[in-house]
């Protein structure tokens, strides 16, 4: 490598890349695992947003992929979007926003190197084997120099991982945290076995939930492959829409991206049905990755007891175990899952901020920040519905 240079290109579209390219860059392991361990960066998630329309023209996703080449070859890209809101990120800077405009600056537009819609952590900076450091670099010196160039605010990196986050951080980025709730396994047989590690409190609510979930007056269908068939999209897309009009107003995904990723990535979907009487109720959309299971889309056309907890929270667990996948990672927000077995975990971001004033006063924002994150996870940890000691479980 030594005198050549890093090439950076920005594309409008993955057509403008080869698949192979894109996935030797975003899922090196696939073919000895069988999936990847993040199915959210390949080339056929984010092509399926791209060509239903969820990100593109109006949607204020606009794809702007970048893409590193050493001596011609793809060595590293990332999915960067020019961003004109804040919608779709999860990781909140509506304030930075609001205190940015009130001060007479410009926020929007401003680059994001994201998976729209989805707040599960993982690579972001997608690099191929052997080229870590120089794509990495390369990545996060052509996105800062890109948005300097542009006269852009900001560039965000949302749900990296940690490493990421502290190599981001040594070369000037600047390192937030947040926190999630996973569920992890601690090689459990099955699903008894998890309930034997919890407080004896937490098991019988936890029994009494699931009691309660699965006398609704029908069966909860787990569906992966070919046992997913077209009909159970449109169903699916009929909750999708009423959760999305509740929580967003308008839903982030077209009905088209759901017809995608059924022709792509079924065996990486896993698809919780609830039917009575014959008809969808209520469903539950997972993905499957190479040791994670990510739970990402709720909805119900009719309210039942507890049916949420046992689609989204009981049977990821259940099917988690019996898969040997190591943890259940169950979207953004919610404390409610800390008592159904879901532990604090920290999520990662990195920010690089172009006026230096305000880099420095959100830099000291996200220091106190995290501290207080920290404190959080601690506290929280604390509170977790596992069992502590042998005299708990004489009570």
Same mark, same amino acid.
């Given at each position: 490598?030594?005198?050549?240079?890093?090439?950076?290109?920005?594309?409008?579209?993955?057509?403008?890349?080869?698949?192979?390219?894109?996935?030797?860059?975003?899922?090196?392991?696939?073919?000895?695992?069988?999936?990847?361990?993040?199915?959210?960066?390949?080339?056929?998630?984010?092509?399926?947003?791209?060509?239903?329309?969820?990100?593109?023209? !109006?949607?204020?996703?606009?794809?702007?992929?970048?893409?590193?080449?050493?001596?011609?070859?793809? /060595?590293?890209?990332?999915?960067?979007? #020019?961003?004109? %809101?804040?919608?779709?990120?999860?990781?909140?800077?509506?304030?930075?926003?609001?205190?940015? +405009?009130?001060?007479?600056?410009?926020?929007?537009?401003?680059?994001? &190197?994201?998976?729209?819609?989805?707040?599960?952590? !993982?690579?972001?900076? @997608?690099?191929?084997?052997?080229?870590?450091?120089?794509?990495?670099?390369? @990545? &996060?010196?052509?996105?800062?120099?890109?948005?300097?160039?542009?006269?852009?605010?900001?560039?965000?990196?949302?749900?990296?991982?940690?490493?990421?986050?502290?190599?981001?951080?040594?070369?000037?980025?600047?390192?937030?945290?947040?926190?999630?709730?996973?569920?992890?396994?601690?090689?459990?047989?099955?699903?008894?076995?998890? @309930?034997?590690?919890?407080?004896?409190?937490?098991?019988?609510?936890?029994?009494?939930?699931?009691?309660?979930? $699965?006398?609704?007056?029908?069966?909860?269908?787990?569906?992966?492959?070919?046992? /997913?068939? =077209? %009909? %159970?999209?449109?169903?699916?897309?009929?909750?999708?829409?009423?959760?999305?009009?509740?929580?967003?107003?308008?839903?982030?995904?077209?009905?088209?991206?759901?017809?995608?990723?059924?022709?792509?990535?079924?065996?990486?979907?896993?698809?919780?049905?609830?039917?009575?009487? !014959?008809?969808?109720?209520?469903?539950?959309? $997972?993905?499957? !990755?190479?040791?994670?299971?990510?739970?990402?889309?709720?909805?119900?056309?009719?309210?039942?007891?507890? @049916?949420?907890?046992?689609?989204?929270?009981?049977?990821?667990?259940?099917?988690?175990?019996?898969?040997?996948?190591?943890?259940?990672?169950?979207?953004?927000?919610?404390?409610?899952?800390?008592?159904?077995?879901?532990? =604090?975990?920290?999520? %990662?971001?990195?920010?690089?901020?172009?006026? =230096?004033?305000?880099?420095?006063?959100?830099?000291?924002?996200?220091?106190?920040?995290?501290?207080?994150?920290?404190?959080? &996870?601690?506290?929280?940890? #604390?509170?977790?519905?596992?069992?502590?000691?042998?005299? +708990?479980?004489?009570?």
């Amino acid at each position: 490598m030594t005198g050549q240079t890093v090439e950076i290109q920005l594309l409008a579209s993955l057509d403008q890349v080869d698949p192979v390219d894109w996935d030797a860059c975003a899922c090196p392991g696939t073919t000895q695992t069988g999936r990847a361990t993040d199915p959210f960066t390949t080339y056929r998630f984010l092509k399926a947003l791209e060509d239903s329309g969820s990100v593109g023209p !109006g949607t204020g996703w606009q794809p702007q992929y970048l893409i590193a080449r050493l001596g011609g070859q793809v /060595i590293a890209c990332a999915p960067l979007y #020019a961003k004109s %809101h804040s919608q779709g990120e999860y990781i909140f800077d509506h304030n930075w926003a609001q205190a940015y +405009e009130r001060a007479g600056g410009r926020y929007y537009p401003k680059l994001q &190197i994201a998976v729209p819609f989805t707040p599960a952590t !993982g690579r972001r900076f @997608l690099t191929r084997p052997g080229f870590d450091a120089v794509g990495m670099s390369a @990545l &996060i010196q052509g996105a800062v120099q890109i948005g300097s160039d542009s006269g852009l605010s900001s560039l965000h990196v949302t749900f990296c991982t940690e490493a990421e986050a502290l190599a981001g951080a040594q070369m000037g980025l600047m390192h937030r945290t947040s926190q999630q709730f996973h569920w992890f396994n601690q090689d459990y047989t099955d699903f008894d076995d998890f @309930l034997a590690s919890l407080s004896s409190r937490k098991r019988k609510t936890i029994r009494k939930e699931r009691r309660t979930a $699965n006398a609704f007056g029908g069966d909860i269908r787990m569906l992966t492959g070919d046992d /997913i068939q =077209p %009909h %159970h999209w449109q169903a699916f897309w009929n909750f999708y829409q009423d959760t999305g009009s509740r929580k967003w107003g308008t839903p982030y995904l077209t009905r088209p991206f759901f017809d995608l990723i059924h022709e792509t990535m079924r065996d990486d979907i896993l698809l919780m049905i609830a039917e009575r009487n !014959g008809q969808p109720v209520a469903g539950a959309l $997972n993905f499957i !990755g190479s040791d994670t299971l990510f739970g990402r889309y709720w909805g119900c056309i009719e309210d039942h007891p507890c @049916l949420h907890f046992e689609a989204c929270y009981y049977r990821a667990i259940e099917f988690a175990i019996d898969t040997g996948l190591q943890r259940v990672e169950a979207g953004a927000q919610g404390e409610h899952k800390l008592a159904r077995g879901y532990l =604090p975990a920290t999520t %990662h971001s990195l920010h690089w901020i172009a006026d =230096p004033g305000f880099a420095e006063a959100v830099g000291q924002y996200l220091q106190a920040e995290r501290a207080a994150v920290a404190e959080d &996870i601690e506290i929280l940890t #604390a509170y977790g519905p596992f069992r502590k000691t042998q005299a +708990e479980e004489q009570e």
